[in-house]
């Protein structure tokens, strides 16, 4: 009881205290026991956020492809469907893609219903086998799709394609300079603006923005082959890398 009666005793005098200094911010308060309370809550300086942007070319298309098949039963299904599958890697391998750059995503077996009447019955089962295949040689995107496309005839199936670059740390020194000196900018505007001098910087965080990843981003991609043995056209366009700096300036006065 006694123990309680104490810590309340001291909880109420630290309470005071804090009344007591107001606005004197900035000096922690010797406690008992090595306890401290620091007045000064607020954020001090300047605080600005500075950004760097670049934009730059996919050096990396990924692909999710694969077949599917309906057959009246899953014997039949699967058969085939694996035989078009095998088809369909051999044309990846091929043409040139790596095969640790394929990878199973997606393999389903299910059974397909039709309703007739109130009566629903099984009309066949259909098995479902997609892969992840990444593309380094950007020049033959589009033929890539036709050989698989040629090579999985009816049962192939694609479900989307993206774009990114491998390995974006690459320009992050570069995006770190242009942050900071956004940053500054936006700083030295601001400090004359409110009639001070900017000081040194106090606090530094990064932040980085890479694209969206292939998940984020599917795009459709037509299964139908041109005609002419044209190869599909593809245009990866430009990707934009950001990198954002939250900065801290003193204020001299």
């Known amino acids: 009881m006694k123990k309680r009666w104490l810590l309340a005793i001291s909880l109420?005098?630290?309470?005071?205290?804090?009344?007591?200094?107001g606005c004197s911010q900035g000096s922690p308060i010797e406690l008992p026991k090595g306890l401290e309370v620091n007045l000064n809550a607020q954020q001090e300086g300047i605080w600005v956020t500075g950004k760097g942007e670049v934009s730059v070319v996919p050096d990396i298309a990924t692909l999710r492809l694969g077949v599917e098949v309906q057959k009246a039963s899953v014997a039949e299904a699967q058969i085939e469907a694996t035989e078009a599958m095998d088809k369909v890697m051999a044309a990846l391998k091929d043409s040139g893609v790596d095969e640790k750059d394929i990878q199973t995503q997606y393999f389903r077996i299910r059974q397909r219903t039709k309703w007739y009447g109130e009566k629903e019955e099984i009309v066949g089962y259909q098995v479902s086998n997609k892969v992840r295949a990444k593309i380094r040689d950007m020049d033959k995107v589009g033929a890539i799709i036709d050989a698989a496309a040629k090579a999985g005839g009816d049962f192939f199936r694609i479900e989307d394609i993206s774009f990114f670059v491998e390995d974006p740390s690459t320009y992050y020194k570069d995006l770190r300079e242009k942050a900071m000196a956004d940053a500054e900018a936006k700083a030295k505007q601001?400090?004359?603006?409110?009639?001070?001098?900017?000081?040194?910087?106090?606090?530094?965080?990064?932040?980085?923005?890479?694209?969206?990843?292939?998940?984020?981003?599917?795009?459709?991609?037509?299964?139908p082959m041109p005609p002419g043995g044209v190869p599909t056209p593809i245009s990866p366009g430009e990707e934009t890398i950001s990198l954002t700096i939250q900065v801290a300036y003193a204020i001299l006065g």
């Open 12 to 21: 109420t005098l630290v309470l005071a205290v804090v009344g007591l200094c």
């Open 190 to 223: 601001l400090a004359e603006l409110a009639g001070v001098s900017l000081g040194k910087a106090t606090y530094v965080s990064e932040g980085i923005q890479t694209p969206r990843s292939w998940e984020e981003r599917m795009v459709p991609v037509p299964i």
